[in-house]
């Protein structure tokens, strides 16, 4: 089972920019990686996706504010996230999709808010 750490969420003002970073224990290469997000009192619901070629698909609410990377030496999924809005409010999750195994990080708090 490969393990996911997510890292750099915190607290941002409206309109500022945070980049989550989600590092795997074992090979991402052939693997699709994505990032989730949970606000209070609502269902998980997908940010972005990645795939092994590099193709990249996005949530309406985050399209022209998101960017999703991947490093395949490093085996870190990122999440860069500009113009944060307080909707963006939640915590976030990666997750690492490939035959016959699917793992999810942890979570990291995003808090957008003045």
């Known amino acids: 089972q490969v393990q996911l750490v997510e890292s750099g969420g915190g607290l941002v003002q409206p309109g500022g920019s945070l980049r989550l970073s989600c590092a795997a224990s074992?090979?991402?290469?052939?693997?699709?990686m994505g990032w989730y997000r949970q606000a209070p009192g609502k269902q998980r619901e997908l940010v972005a996706l990645?795939?092994?070629?590099?193709?990249?698909m996005y949530a309406d609410p985050v399209k022209g504010r998101f960017t999703i990377s991947r490093d395949n030496v490093k085996n870190t999924v990122y999440l860069q996230m500009n113009s944060l809005k307080p909707e963006d409010t939640a915590v976030y999750y990666c997750?690492?999709?490939?035959?016959?195994?699917?793992?999810w990080g942890k979570g990291t708090l995003v808090t957008v808010s003045s």
């Open positions: 997750r690492y999709t490939s035959s016959g195994m699917d793992s």
């Open positions: 074992g090979s991402i290469f052939s693997t699709t």
């Open positions: 990645i795939t092994k070629p590099g193709s990249t």
